[in-house]
């Protein structure tokens, strides 16, 4: 596709059940990046992929949360026995590399996650 | 760690005049990049304009130009001629231009209303 998708659009889901977020990042960026956005909050970074590496995780909230990445496409953020302070818009975003910190990050239109 | 501090909430402007958003940063680094992004309704971030710590001149894209004061530790965001298409929240970004594992650091936003 032209740009990063995100899957699903929303979400509702119960306290204490796991969920799965995807992200589709465009085709050829090798990094990937995960932001949560609180109501009326800015973005906080949660976590990096280069490739389907990600050397530093801790940014993830809790011990709860998880990513992985399928070589240079798909990630998915699983968050396991939800909390209601786990409702937010998960982000995704990619770029052509990492290693160019100046280089454009092209967002996805998120999920949004409620917990009830 | 770097901050971002933007101090307007929101902000409102008349259809085709000039306004200015505030940000200011605390850092300790030298070679970083600053970042405007828009986010509309739709949720999805996109890129307004970059400035890259080094470079003493003020980037400018079009109608949006930024007033970088490095010494300061400021980057306003100027809008010359706002459309109603502008309204949107704006986040000012930091990234360290070291290449670490560090994703976008961002302010709260501030809230741009355009009155027709």
């Known amino acids: 596709g032209a740009g990063v998708s995100q899957s699903p659009s929303n979400k509702v889901t119960e306290k204490g059940k796991d969920v799965e977020l995807r992200c589709d990042p465009i085709?050829?960026?090798?990094?990937l990046y995960w932001y949560r956005q609180r109501l009326g909050q800015g973005l906080e970074f949660l976590i990096y992929?280069?490739?389907?590496?990600?050397?530093?995780k801790s940014g993830l909230p809790s011990d709860r949360f998880s990513a992985e990445r399928t070589g240079e496409s798909v990630s998915t953020l699983t968050i396991q026995r939800t909390q209601q302070e786990d409702s937010a818009v998960y982000l995704c975003?990619?770029?052509?590399?990492?290693?160019?910190?100046?280089?454009?990050?092209?967002f996805g239109p998120g999920t949004r996650l409620t917990v009830l | 760690a770097q901050t971002v501090t933007q101090s307007q909430p929101e902000m409102s402007v008349q259809e085709a005049e000039t306004v200015t958003l505030s940000c200011t940063y605390d850092?300790?680094?030298?070679?970083?990049?600053l970042f405007w992004y828009k986010q509309p309704p739709s949720r999805q971030m996109i890129l307004v304009i970059r400035?890259?710590?080094?470079?003493?001149q003020n980037a400018t894209e079009n109608r949006f130009s930024v007033n970088f004061q490095k010494a300061a530790k400021s980057f306003s965001l100027k809008i010359s001629d706002s459309q109603l298409g502008d309204a949107a929240m704006y986040f000012c970004?930091?990234?360290?231009?070291?290449?670490?594992?560090?994703?976008?650091?961002f302010g709260k936003g501030t809230h741009l209303i355009i009155q027709p």
């Open positions: 975003a990619s770029s052509i590399h990492m290693a160019d910190p100046g280089g454009t990050q092209y």
């Open positions: 085709s050829g960026h090798t990094a």
């Open positions: 992929f280069q490739g389907n590496s990600a050397p530093d």
């Open positions: 850092t300790s680094e030298s070679d970083y990049y």
């Open positions: 400035q890259e710590a080094y470079k003493q």
């Open positions: 970004a930091y990234r360290s231009g070291g290449g670490g594992a560090d994703g976008l650091t």
